[in-house]
């Protein structure tokens, strides 16, 4: 028996290795190596950011570059002798992503020379020589892979976005020529795509991050794509039976040689270890992409170390593995190169002075199928034929016929970002904007056929014939130009086959053009479009004078937004995803629209004689799809300073979003006024505690925030969002809700008899006044600090270098002095990635 540990500091990971003499891990890799001796590897440091995903770039909202510092340098280790060869160094910058070419002559990498450089992609020999540079820019471009058609894949910042819940840059798939020409983008999501790989059938499996209106730690699973960008779908993941609690993200995937059902991949706890840190896991899929329980981990017990930010163990785990059999494998351990075989033996090989990462043994391997290109890059538009809509897991109840249209929505990508989920775009929800496209029909059969613009990522929702979803995908796809698609239905087993087409109703006829809703913005915003809907038809009895039913949907501005909007929220009047929690394959009718009561209130009278127009009817229903946002910018900013107690809270670390429910105080002067005379019937009111209780309407149902707390404490948080009134203050529910009516207040408050309480007696009160007091201040500081409908221009100095940096902007675009749109800047970033066929 022989002990083997791998060390980071204090922590040690020790294993068993049960090999008997002669036959331990590195004989074994020694003889499936077929001669060959060496393992190419590269040593750096970690960047300075914590995020798995944070490797390389500069942060939006600030100066910072995150890349890795300290040197680093591209090596061979020799197996057989331990002797490592030093192939490339830099002092400065660093080096990532060694690639083996197909004869093991050439090595491809990314590679930053530091400073104001960024990562791009080079070869050199395996000896050393003819260092070669392929990619040039502004962006960074890394994780590439040899093609088996001669091309090359990698991962690239040239998507020109941020990773919607942070700020730090994103990057999706790209293709290229071996000499670097021809650069094709492959993807579309507004997320994150990274580790190409070709598998024997020629396809390339790849790591996708999404969450389409879906928890937002929860989806990074195994995808693949054509090397032509067609045909993207799930290999394996995407469901919740997880194989372990914690352990969402599949990442780093290599095809098992001689398993053509098997492959390798760490299994990484959501987003909170550095560089996607996790466990060893060997996948079966021949079991199909729903069948979580095929993944099995084979390393050694790690901690389940969490997120562990600023403690230095969020470092620890296994990384970037590459199987050389079944039962034998390299993968990186912190500072230490090792083996591992299938019953978790594991013996360290090398241990660097820094981080070592992608060991790939300098060993030739056959080239994969080539796959015909099925895409045409002279076209604009792609083909998807959906061949029953009704066909799915989650479809009990909803009769043949009922599903009368497809609603299209395009997810845009953000060009700046600031850190923190709540209140830029809208509430819980995935933070990005959507833009609605429009309808294509569904036939008697439930089949649908339609043309999709190329190369941007949609989503569907099956629509009835109020215009309401019936089910709603909470997921991308695309197709490429030219491209001919087909899926056997919504939601559907994976693992069936897509019936053939041609008998369908959909196909005896040309593809469907979507067609837009006449008259109506493609990106709603609320303050806009929404807001005079309510002012129409609803506050005549839902306004701040008269409240009906605890009821306010006017536009009166509240802290962050406006009176209406939490209160729509708080009253779960519309339904939307729980950033958190949300799993996807949801039931019928069980989300959006379909799950709306205000839906229910807006036609025909049923609600005190209330009946919208069809415009205002599609203006909410659409304004629901996608999402309830609030703006339709992403030049906003939610001032912090907008708070009523006049204070930076701790938790906003100067970047403007909300908070969450327990971190929340008013201050010194209004919180001993509510611990004095509030809070002895509404417990916690003062700091959002899980018992805050203002006027939250009793929810048993098992709706969570952030997966833990009771979502009554979210509508309570909500509902103390409508406590102030920042355009008449004296009209703020805090004030007004403990008064009696005789002295001009609602007369809210009881004793627990039912019978009114006047804890303000009148106006002049000096709680009240004092109150009053920090409201109307807030009034007064918004008009120097900017509000989120309007923010000061002062504060997008970033928002238009990034839009320089794309091209959106000029480079001479003065901020200070030129007219600033950022709707319209905003429409021209995102049409810069519609595809535009290549003029002769």
Known sequence: MKITGLCVGSFVLAACCAAAAGDDLVSRALSLMNGAEEVVFAERNFSKAYQCYASFGEYADEPVKIYPEGGSRLCALNLRTGKVRELLATAAGAIRDPRVSYDAQKILFAYYQGGDDVYHLYEIGADGTGLKQLTFGAFDDVDPCYLPDGGIAFSSARCKRF???????????????????????????????????????????????????????SFRDLWVMNPDGSNQQLLWGGGTERPYPTFFAKCDAMPIPGADDQVVCIFSPAFGRRESAGDVAIVNLKNGPDALQSGRRISPFLPKLGWDIGSGRGEVGFR???????????????TS??????????????????????????LPHPREKIIPWRIDLAKTTGHLVVAD???????AGVARGSVKEILIMEDLPKAFCRHGMHGYVNLHSTPTFRRVLGTVPVEEDGSASFELPAARGVYFALLDKDGLAVKRMLSLTMVMPGESASCAGCHEFRTQKIPRTAGLLATRRPPSPIKPYAGIPDIPNYIRDVQPVWDRNCVKCHSSDQPSGKVNLSGDANEFHSQSYYTLHARRQVSVPDSWAQEGNTPPYGFGTGASPLMKKLRGGAHHGVSVTPREWDIVRLWIETSCQYMSTYAMYVPIENNVAGINLSVQQGNGSLIPPQRVTYGKIIDPILQRRCCSCHKGLADFGPRATHEAPDDPQPDSYH???????????????????LSFPEKSSILRAPMPKASGGLGWCTDKSGKPVAVFADANDPDYRAILAQISACKERRKTVGTTEEPLKERFDRYVLWMKRYGVLPDSFDLRSEPFDPYAIDAKYWESFWWKPAKD
């Open 163 to 217: 990773i919607p819940c942070n700020r730090t840059q994103s990057s999706y798939l790209y293709r290229m020529e071996a000499d670097g020409s021809r650069i094709l983008p492959l993807g579309s999501n507004v997320l994150w795509e990274d580790h190409p790989i070709p598998l024997r059938d020629g396809r390339i499996l790849y790591t996708r991050w999404e969450y389409t209106d879906r928890a937002t730690e």
């Open 320 to 334: 970037d593995p590459f199987p050389l059999s079944e039962n034998c494998f390299f993968a990186a351990f912190n």
């Open 337 to 362: 190169l090792c083996l591992l075989d299938a019953n978790g033996a594991t013996q360290a090989v090398y241990t660097a002075g820094k981080v070592v990462h992608d060991p790939k043994p300098l």
């Open 389 to 395: 809509v009704y066909n799915g897991r989650n479809m």
């Open 707 to 725: 997966g833990k707390r009771p979502h009554n404490a979210m509508n309570a948080w909500l509902h103390n969002y409508t406590l102030f009134n």
